[in-house]
C-alpha cells in the first residue's frame, strides 16, 4: 500500500515562490502517475498538476502553467510542486495523490487516483 506525506506548506507574499514535497513509502513502482490537487475554502478539489511515473509527462490546470512546475525523483520516490508568481487565489490545502493504474498520459480526475496524502496549507497574502 502506498502511503503519501506532503511537506513544505507555509504562508507567503503575493509574487513569492514555494515548494511543495511529497514522499512515497513503498511500492511505487505500480504507481502510474502521480499529481498535486487543492481545496480552497468553500470550493470543490481542484487538478493542479500530474506527472506520469514512468515517462514523465507532464500536464497542468490553465491556472497554473507556466507558473507552477511538477518534479518526481524515482529513485528518492518523491514528487516535487515549485510554485512561483503565487497569488492569493493560489491558497488552497495542497493534496499529493497517486494513481495505481492507467496510460502514459496522467489522468486529471481526482476520482481516477488511489492514494491521497493529508494536505498541506499554503497561504498567500496579498
Known amino acids: 500500500q502506498v502511503q503519501l506525506v506532503e511537506s513544505g506548506g507555509g504562508s507567503v507574499q503575493a509574487g513569492g515562490s514555494l515548494t511543495l514535497s511529497c514522499a512515497a513509502s513503498?511500492?511505487?513502482?505500480?504507481?502510474?502517475?502521480m499529481a498535486w490537487f487543492r481545496q480552497a475554502p468553500g470550493k470543490e478539489r481542484e487538478f493542479v498538476a500530474a506527472?506520469?511515473?514512468?515517462?514523465?509527462?507532464?500536464r497542468y490546470a490553465d491556472s497554473v502553467k507556466g507558473r507552477f512546475t511538477i518534479t518526481r525523483d524515482n529513485g528518492k520516490n518523491t514528487v516535487g510542486l515549485q510554485m512561483n508568481s503565487l497569488n492569493p487565489e493560489d491558497g488552497a490545502i495542497y493534496y499529493c495523490?497517486?494513481?495505481?493504474?492507467?496510460?502514459?498520459?496522467?489522468?486529471?480526475?481526482?476520482?481516477?487516483?488511489?492514494?491521497w496524502g493529508q494536505g498541506t496549507q499554503v497561504s498567500v497574502s496579498s
Open positions: 506527472i506520469g511515473w514512468r515517462g514523465g509527462i507532464t
Open positions: 495523490a497517486a494513481a495505481g493504474g492507467g496510460g502514459v498520459v496522467p489522468p486529471s480526475t481526482e476520482s481516477t487516483y488511489d492514494y
Open positions: 513503498l511500492r511505487t513502482l505500480s504507481v502510474y502517475a
